[in-house]
C-alpha cells in the first residue's frame, strides 16, 4: 500500500507529465526523484522544447538531481515516473545507482498508445549484425589507450 508520501510524489510526476503535454514540451511524461523525502529533481518530457529525442523525462529529472546534488551518484534516491521507463532511462536509472523506480502506466499501456519502447527494446536484445541500424567496428590501437588513461587517472 502506498504511503502519502509516495501517492504525493506520484501526482507531482504526473502534473509535470500534464504541463508537458498543455506546453507542447513533450510527450505524456514526469518524473521527481526523491531522497529521504525530499525532491531531488524533477522534469516533465522536454523532447520538443530541447529539440532532442533523449530529452525524456526520467533523464531529464536524473540531470536535474545530479546538478543539485553536484554528483553523478544518485544512491539512495528513488524516482517517480508516469509511465514505466523505457530502456534508454531505465539505462540512466542504473548508470546513476538510483534505488527504486515507482511508476503508474505499464510498458503494455504505452504501447497501445503508440510508443514503442517494447520494440527498441526488443531491437536491443539481436544481436549487433541483425538491428536494424548497423554497427561497424572500425579498429584502432589508440582507442584502448584511452581506457587505460582513464583507468589510472581512476575516471
Same mark, same amino acid.
Given at each position: 500500500?502506498?504511503?502519502?508520501? $509516495?501517492?504525493?510524489?506520484? $501526482?507531482?510526476?504526473?502534473?509535470? +507529465?500534464?504541463? *508537458?503535454?498543455?506546453?507542447?514540451?513533450?510527450g505524456p511524461f514526469g518524473a521527481i526523484i526523491v531522497r529521504e523525502g525530499k525532491?531531488?529533481? +524533477?522534469?516533465?518530457?522536454?523532447?520538443?522544447?530541447n529539440t532532442d529525442p533523449t530529452a525524456?523525462?526520467?533523464?531529464?529529472a536524473v540531470k536535474d538531481a545530479c546538478k543539485n546534488m553536484q554528483s553523478i551518484d544518485? *544512491?539512495?534516491?528513488?524516482?517517480? +515516473?508516469?509511465?514505466?521507463p523505457c530502456p534508454m532511462c531505465t539505462a540512466a536509472i542504473y548508470?546513476?545507482?538510483?534505488?527504486?523506480?515507482?511508476?503508474?502506466?505499464?510498458?503494455k499501456d504505452a504501447m497501445e498508445y503508440g510508443f514503442i519502447d517494447?520494440?527498441?527494446?526488443?531491437?536491443?536484445?539481436?544481436?549487433?549484425?541483425k538491428r536494424k541500424i548497423k554497427s561497424i567496428r572500425i579498429t584502432?590501437?589508440?582507442a584502448l589507450k584511452v581506457f587505460d588513461k582513464a583507468l589510472k587517472t581512476h575516471l
Open positions: 500500500m502506498p504511503t502519502n508520501d $509516495q501517492k504525493r510524489f506520484m $501526482q507531482m510526476a504526473i502534473d509535470l +507529465s500534464e504541463q *508537458s503535454v498543455d506546453g507542447k514540451k513533450g525532491i531531488m529533481g +524533477s522534469s516533465g518530457n522536454c523532447v520538443f522544447k525524456h523525462a526520467e533523464v531529464m544518485l *544512491s539512495g534516491c528513488e524516482i517517480y +515516473s508516469l509511465g514505466e548508470w546513476a545507482n538510483l534505488k527504486k523506480i515507482y511508476y503508474c502506466n505499464t510498458e517494447k520494440e527498441i527494446l526488443a531491437e536491443l536484445k539481436k544481436p549487433t549484425d584502432n590501437s589508440g
